[in-house]
Structure formats: structure tokens, C-alpha cells
């Protein structure tokens, strides 16, 4: 059985270092990603790139970072969180460094592919030092505070781009700044992070470890009742921005989307926690999360009025709000052994797996009911994608 307790926790002032370069760093590591990435794929058009080709660049950053994140989970395990984090963010600088000097579609595919790699080598292994520097029952309120900080970053980034671009600087100086924002965090790390001892001491081989997880039924049961959370999620990058297009018929309102959902994160995510926390346990925190997630789309299913997608990044932020703390709390506590790297790198696995899957249905459902005179059929799975998932997790013998 997975029991944690849940309560109020102290306030930052109980952040120890290690934690306080943690939520740094998350603000770092999310403020040079989106310095580049929203601009990456204009960029590419102007090199003369071919819609497919630019296409398979984005593509292969996001398969090299979720295909990969159980190798980058299970190195934490081995090596400890610290050296995976540094490399990340060391690969991440060149990565980007790369983009601001080649035009080949080689060149562009190594880039690609490094950032991606980067990313699913400190991704697992951060927060697996979280969960390690945090006792179970302030898990939640540690990734709480993760979220805001990588939600400050998410914001700040787009806007030191288009700030940068604005003034004329151009796509490569916005590559080199997000390589450089790395440099500095990689640096930082190397001397400030503390090393913490290796808790796995490799009693099993890595095929052994990874047969474990699949063989732990609760586990991927968990997975599987919880993936919903950023399939759901994920629709503020997809059907979300463009049915806020369709409402106003302004292209920039995906970007308005995305800044309103960060704010609201920024704003809310700490004392949602806290008031989770006093309240319910993990289960139904999680279980309530996702419901409210799943009903955030009956608002754009019933209307177009730009008032319904409005409501929609709301309530979904609010839903996520809940949600995802807790399961963040929860992920290592099913580990058999010392292995939270391994299980935070498959459980990022199953859930980008799952979040493509579900884009791409979401995708082609819009595509289908804008050919029927109902573009807004894409949201009824999402809602019913969210009430199941929260009965799943109601019933999950394994949470308490």
C-alpha cells in the first residue's frame, strides 16, 4: 500500500539549499527553452527548411527527450542525481549553441536530438533529488514551489525572445542567450549543487531494474490512472490555442492561452497545495485534480464564445494544480527498492507517450468536426478522458 500523509508544511524558509538551487535551476532550465523554442520553427522556415523537414527537427527533440527519459532516470539512479543534472544542462549549451551556428538538416538534427537528450537526462534525475531531499509528507508542497518557478520561467523566456527578435538582434542571438542561460546553470551547478550518496548499490543489473518497474503492478496502474494529467494538459498547446483562434480570429490568441495559464500557475499553484494538503489526502487530491481537468472542456464544447475558452485555461490550470503535486509526491513511493530516478524516467515515458497519442487523436478529431460543422467534438473525449481517469485513481486499492 502507498500511504503518505498529507499537511501543511513550512513555508520557503524551510527550503534547504539543495532545494533552493533546485527551483533556480527549474526557473532556468524553462527560461532558456522558451527563449528559443517558440521561435525554432520560424527560424527554420527562413533557412528554406521544407514543412517536413522542419517537422522532423521538432520531432526528433521530442522523441530523443521522451524516448529516452527512462536512460536518463535510471543514470540518476546509478550516478547519482547530480553529474545527470549537470550533463543535461552541459549538453542542453551545446544543443543550443548548436542552432545558432548550422543550417544543414544534419546539423539541425544533431541539435535537435542533443537538446532532447538533455532533457531526459535532468529532467528524472532533478526530480528525483527533489524527492530525496524532501520527507513524503512535503513532497507536495516542494513540487508545488517547482512549479512555480518553472512557470516563471515559461513565461519569462517567450517574452526575452520576442524582446530580443523586436529589437532586431535575430534568431541566433536568441540561441546563443538560451545556450548561455545553460552555461550559467551547468557552472552554478557544478559548484553549488551538493553531491548527494548513491542510494542504489546496484545489486541488480539496469534490464533487472526496468523488468521491476513493468513487473510492479501497482505502479503502472498508477501510471496509467494518471497519464490523463498531461494529455489533458498538453491541449493548451493544441485544440485549446486554436479554439481561442476560432473565438476571435486573432492569431495571437494562442499566445494569450499560454500566458494566462502560467500566470495562473504562478498565482495559485503554492496555496492549492496548501489547501489540498489541510484538507484531503494524495488519492483524492489527485483523483479531484483530474476531474476538474476532464470538466474544464465542457465550457468550449457547448460554446465558441471566447468567454467558454476562457473558462477552459482556468479551470484546466486549476485542475493541474491539484493533480500534479501529489503525483509528483506519490511516483517514488512505489518503488521496491532505492530507484526514484527510474521511476519518475518511466513514468515521464508513459505520460509523453500518452500525450502525443492523445494530441494526435485531439488533433484529428478537430480536423474531423470542422469538416462536419462541429469543430468542437474534440472536446467530449477529453472530458470523459478526465472523469474515468479520476474514477480510476478513486479506486485504486494501492493509494490510501
Known sequence: MVSVAGRRVAGAAGVGLPLRLLLLNQFGVNLGFYLLVPYLAGHLGGLGLAAATIGLVLGARTLSQQGLFLVGGTAADRLGPRPVIIAGCALRTVGFGLFA????TVGLLSAAVLTGLAGA???PAVRAYVAAETEPARRAEAFARFNVYANAGALSGPLLGAGLLAAGLGFRVVAVSAAAVFAVLTLSQLLALPARPVANQQT???????????????FVGFTLATAAIFALYSQLYLVVPLAAEQA?????????????????GIAGQVRITAWCESRWSPKRSIAAGLAVMGLAFVAPALSGHPVAVVV???VLSIGYQIAHPFVMQLVPAFAHRDLPGT???AFYLAS??????GSAA??????LGARNAYPHMAFMPLILAGLLSALAVIRMRALQ
Open 101 to 104: 551556428v548550422v543550417e544543414g
Open 121 to 123: 537526462l535532468f529532467n
Open 204 to 218: 541488480a543489473t539496469v534490464w533487472q531494474d526496468w523488468r521491476g518497474v513493468l513487473a510492479n503492478r501497482a
Open 248 to 264: 476571435t480570429g486573432r492569431p495571437w490568441a494562442a499566445g494569450v492561452v499560454f500566458a494566462l495559464a502560467t500566470l495562473v
Open 312 to 314: 477552459c485555461v482556468l
Open 343 to 345: 521511476y519518475y524516467g
Open 352 to 357: 509523453g507517450v500518452a500525450a502525443t497519442l
Open 362 to 367: 485531439t488533433g484529428w478529431l478537430w480536423d
